[in-house]
Structure formats: structure tokens, C-alpha cells
């Protein structure tokens, strides 16, 4: 059987899929309708990189050990423990939900192929040691009561801990912003995944032809990104009217 030839241009290197797993999982930059992530999404990368890594050094220089053992485990018996663990792990899962955009964008990946899953694997071993970081940080700052303290009132742990360890009420605002512009990048990867399957799919007579529609120029699905944000959209304001 003659093997079909993808109609992608090849523009993803290593570095480029790696960010766009990562961003789903974190919320690192990348742009997904031209390739060029480095001039259009590297602000949004240096934000949500600065924010992270000024909240682990801080919390290094600030923050202590003695802060910290209390809350390595929670519960006072070993049956305790092993429940929020378990708590914990049942969780784990949804939040490393993007290292599957790799498979899906495979096409347009110009690195060899063998090498796809070393770099899905590499993906999420950056997502556990970013999470570690963060949460070991917050853990170096703040006691379990000022956690449980910020958990009922802001709700913003991860702000609480930047604000007290750069001992600055602004500071914290930085921590947000991080996060919103995580929220961003990580609404472009699943988009790019999200049309990479639709047009499969449209290629395989599974959804309408109208969907393996390429950009002339960037080569990108175009009717597939414009469909989904739409339709993701259209379904917001929906939830949003009756909310109200």
C-alpha cells in the first residue's frame, strides 16, 4: 500500500514541540498558526518562566526548611497518609493532559520520527519537576495554616507565597499574570492539537472534507481553527447566559 504523503510543511523542531507540550501542561508560549513562537509567543514564555523561576529562587532565599517538614505529609497515622497520597495521585493525571498535542502535530515535525517519543517522555518530566519546584516553594514560604488561611480567602496559594516572599503585596500580581498568560498558551496547544485531529479525521472521511482545508500559506488547517474557538466560544456565552 503506497503511503500517504502529508500535505504539512515541516516547521516544528524539537525545541518547538517540546514547548508546545509543555505549554499545555504549564503554560509555556508557543503560536500555533504560523510556527514562529519565538517572535509572536516568546513574551508570553519569558512572563510565565520569569514568574516561576522568581517565585523558586525567592522562596529559596526567603523561605525555610523548618517551614516545610511539617507539611511533607499530611495526617498524624500512616493510613492518614497513604489516603492523601492517594488524593493527591488520583489528580495528577488531568494536570500532565497536553503531551498528547506531540503525536497530533507528528506531521509537521521536522525531526526524525524515533524521536517523538523521547521528546513526549522529556515533556513531561520537565512538567514534574516545574510542579515540584512550585509546590516545594510554596511549601519553603508558607505554613499549613497560611495555606489553609490563603485556600479560604484569596484562593491564590501560589500568589500568597510570592507576595510574602518578596515581601510585596505587587508581587503577587506577577504570579497572576504568569498564570493567565499559562491559561493563553495552553488554550493555543490544545487548539493546535484539536485541529490537527479534526483534520485527520476530515482526511479519513470521518467529519466533513471542509475541515482538511490547509491555509495556502502556512500549510495550517485553517477551517478547523476557525471552528473550534468559535464553537468553544459560542458554548461559554451559553453556560454564561444561564449563569446569569
Given at each position: 500500500?503506497?503511503?500517504?504523503?502529508?500535505s504539512?510543511d515541516?516547521?516544528?523542531?524539537?525545541?518547538?514541540?517540546?514547548?508546545?507540550?509543555?505549554?499545555?501542561?504549564?503554560g509555556w508560549?508557543?503560536?500555533?498558526?504560523?510556527?514562529t513562537?519565538?517572535?509572536?509567543?516568546g513574551?508570553?514564555?519569558?512572563?510565565i518562566?520569569a514568574?516561576g523561576?522568581l517565585?523558586?529562587?525567592?522562596?529559596?532565599?526567603?523561605?525555610?526548611?523548618?517551614?516545610l517538614a511539617?507539611?511533607?505529609?499530611v495526617g498524624?497515622?500512616?493510613g492518614?497518609?497513604?489516603k492523601?497520597?492517594?488524593?493527591?495521585?488520583?489528580?495528577t493525571?488531568?494536570?500532565f493532559i497536553?503531551?498528547?498535542?506531540?503525536?497530533?502535530?507528528?506531521?509537521?515535525?521536522?525531526?526524525?520520527?524515533?524521536?517523538?517519543?523521547?521528546?513526549?517522555?522529556?515533556?513531561?518530566?520537565?512538567?514534574?519537576?516545574?510542579?515540584?519546584?512550585?509546590i516545594?516553594?510554596?511549601g519553603?514560604?508558607?505554613?499549613?495554616?497560611?495555606i489553609l488561611?490563603?485556600?479560604?480567602?484569596?484562593?491564590?496559594v501560589t500568589a500568597?507565597?510570592?507576595?510574602?516572599?518578596?515581601?510585596s503585596?505587587?508581587m503577587a500580581?506577577v504570579?497572576?499574570?504568569?498564570?493567565?498568560?499559562?491559561?493563553i498558551?495552553?488554550?493555543n496547544?490544545?487548539?493546535?492539537?484539536?485541529?490537527?485531529?479534526?483534520?485527520?479525521m476530515?482526511?479519513?472521511?470521518?467529519?466533513?472534507?471542509?475541515?482538511a482545508?490547509?491555509?495556502?500559506?502556512?500549510k495550517t488547517?485553517?477551517?478547523?481553527?476557525?471552528?473550534?474557538p468559535?464553537?468553544?466560544a459560542?458554548?461559554?456565552?451559553?453556560?454564561?447566559?444561564?449563569?446569569?
Amino acid at each position: 500500500m503506497e503511503q500517504k504523503t502529508s500535505s504539512f510543511d515541516r516547521v516544528l523542531g524539537a525545541w518547538d514541540i517540546l514547548v508546545i507540550a509543555f505549554g499545555a501542561m504549564i503554560g509555556w508560549g508557543w503560536v500555533v498558526s504560523t510556527g514562529t513562537w519565538i517572535q509572536d509567543g516568546g513574551i508570553l514564555t519569558v512572563i510565565i518562566g520569569a514568574a516561576g523561576i522568581l517565585l523558586i529562587v525567592a522562596s529559596t532565599i526567603t523561605g525555610s526548611v523548618s517551614t516545610l517538614a511539617p507539611q511533607a505529609f499530611v495526617g498524624s497515622d500512616t493510613g492518614t497518609t497513604i489516603k492523601a497520597v492517594l488524593a493527591v495521585a488520583v489528580m495528577t493525571p488531568f494536570y500532565f493532559i497536553g503531551f498528547d498535542v506531540i503525536p497530533q502535530a507528528a506531521e509537521e515535525i521536522k525531526v526524525p520520527l524515533k524521536k517523538i517519543g523521547s521528546i513526549l517522555i522529556l515533556s513531561v518530566v520537565c512538567a514534574v519537576l516545574f510542579y515540584a519546584l512550585v509546590i516545594v516553594a510554596v511549601g519553603l514560604v508558607l505554613t499549613g495554616p497560611e495555606i489553609l488561611a490563603s485556600e479560604n480567602g484569596t484562593g491564590l496559594v501560589t500568589a500568597d507565597a510570592m507576595a510574602k516572599a518578596m515581601n510585596s503585596v505587587t508581587m503577587a500580581k506577577v504570579i497572576i499574570i504568569g498564570g493567565m498568560c499559562g491559561i493563553i498558551t495552553s488554550w493555543n496547544s490544545f487548539l493546535m492539537g484539536g485541529s490537527r485531529a479534526l483534520y485527520s479525521m476530515a482526511e479519513s472521511y470521518m467529519v466533513p472534507k471542509f475541515f482538511a482545508k490547509l491555509h495556502p500559506q502556512y500549510k495550517t488547517p485553517v477551517n478547523a481553527l476557525y471552528v473550534i474557538p468559535n464553537s468553544g466560544a459560542t458554548r461559554y456565552q451559553r453556560i454564561l447566559s444561564q449563569s446569569i
